[in-house]
């Protein structure tokens, strides 16, 4: 089984992106909603969906953890703006930086 993506539309007409693994595990999901769809798949290709050469190189990644100790992750644009982030904490951060991985980061 692939891991499987869903571009939808949330309740407030905003365009969002949701990756699952075939466990059943949110892998990654749009930290923000998108005005149009179009936006919202440029977005989902810096984490891996239809992979576009180029897309996302410049993008910045911050570890970090929170105040119980577990590991997170996000990816900042050029512009500052945050296009991903972590949707649970890890215990480790090897096991954080496997996550980012998944999401385009390239160590």
């Given at each position: 089984?692939?891991?499987?993506?869903?571009?939808?539309?949330?309740?407030?007409?905003?365009?969002?992106?949701?990756?699952?693994?075939?466990?059943?595990?949110i892998v990654g999901?749009?930290?923000?909603?998108?005005s149009s769809k179009?936006?919202?798949?440029?977005?989902?290709?810096?984490?891996?969906?239809?992979?576009?050469?180029?897309?996302?190189a410049k993008d910045?990644?911050?570890?970090?953890?929170?105040?119980?100790?577990?590991?997170?992750?996000?990816?900042?644009?050029?512009?500052?703006?945050?296009?991903?982030?972590?949707?649970?904490?890890?215990?480790?951060?090897?096991?954080?930086?496997?996550?980012?991985?998944?999401?385009?980061?390239?160590?």
């Open positions: 089984m692939a891991d499987k993506w869903e571009i939808y539309q949330d309740r407030a007409g905003e365009w969002r992106w949701c990756w699952t693994s075939p466990n059943g595990n999901a749009t930290s923000v909603g998108h179009r936006s919202c798949i440029e977005n989902a290709r810096r984490h891996g969906y239809v992979r576009a050469s180029g897309k996302g910045r990644w911050a570890f970090y953890k929170d105040r119980s100790g577990k590991w997170h992750w996000r990816r900042i644009a050029p512009n500052e703006e945050v296009v991903g982030k972590a949707t649970e904490g890890c215990s480790n951060k090897s096991d954080c930086e496997s996550n980012t991985i998944r999401n385009g980061y390239d160590k």
